[in-house]
């Protein structure tokens, strides 16, 4: 079966742009996570979604960052206007369900750089 | 709330045990173990649900005592191939994961 699809793998881009990263979790998986790994603060859940619906975007850091689930195959998130602290290793995980010992799997993940 | 976890890094001989803990100021329902290789995705080694159980994989093994709400990940006869970064993922309203504890295994 195929694991979680994520792109672009490598993305960069010069601040003030606009970036969407793409996601595709496994069919049949009802919770999309997106979130976000950096040295410095480790790897912070951003926002996830249940059923296509956002569930809790607390860790969404400010208005420029916004995440959309239009279907249960695909999930994006945007980041508009870039800045250069935004640098990070981007992940999106799917799963069959929570607090239920359902692992997430993870995408091999959007290093994303901004100049 | 993060939780936190211990230590922050561990150097091993091929064929040493280590102890990884992980521990939460709330309730959780279930803690969630997983291994990162630089530059790769977070891979899932196993969960444990409130209930204080334990489990094992291989060589690898957890344990979740839901009264302290603390969980520990023993690794026994480590291998080369467990080398990596080890987190520990708490589930209660959302999924929070630790800093991460660097595991280096040497021959």
């Known amino acids: 079966d195929a694991g979680v699809i994520q792109s672009p793998r490598h993305e960069v881009t010069e601040m003030g742009q606009e970036v969407t990263l793409r996601c595709k979790p496994i069919?049949?998986?009802?919770?999309l996570f997106w979130y976000r790994q950096t040295m410095m603060r480790g790897l912070e859940l951003l926002i996830y979604?249940?059923?296509?619906?956002?569930?809790?975007d607390s860790g969404m850091p400010e208005d420029r960052f916004s995440a959309k689930m239009p279907n249960a195959s695909f999930s994006t998130l945007k980041i508009q206007p870039s800045e250069p602290r935004d640098s990070a290793v981007y992940f999106c995980?799917?799963?069959?369900?929570?607090?239920?010992?359902?692992?997430?799997?993870f995408g091999d993940g959007t290093r994303l750089s901004i100049l | 709330q993060q939780p936190v976890q211990s230590p922050q890094a561990v150097i091993l001989r091929e064929g040493e045990d280590a102890v990884i803990n992980c521990s939460s100021s709330?309730?959780?329902?279930?803690v969630h173990w997983y291994r990162q290789k630089h530059g790769e995705a977070p891979i899932f080694l196993m969960i444990?649900?409130?209930?204080?159980e334990q489990k094992g994989h291989d060589k690898i093994s957890a344990s979740f005592n839901e009264k302290k709400q603390q969980s520990s990940l023993y690794l026994t006869a480590s291998q080369l191939s467990y080398s990596g970064t080890y987190f520990c993922?708490?589930?209660?309203?959302?999924?929070?994961f630790g800093a991460g504890t660097r595991l280096t295994v040497k021959p």
């Open positions: 995980a799917s799963s069959g369900g929570r607090g239920l010992g359902q692992p997430q799997h």
């Open positions: 069919s049949g998986h009802d919770y």
């Open positions: 979604f249940n059923n296509n619906v956002p569930i809790d």
């Open positions: 709330k309730a959780l329902y279930s």
């Open positions: 444990l649900l409130k209930g204080g």
């Open positions: 993922g708490t589930e209660r309203d959302d999924m929070r």
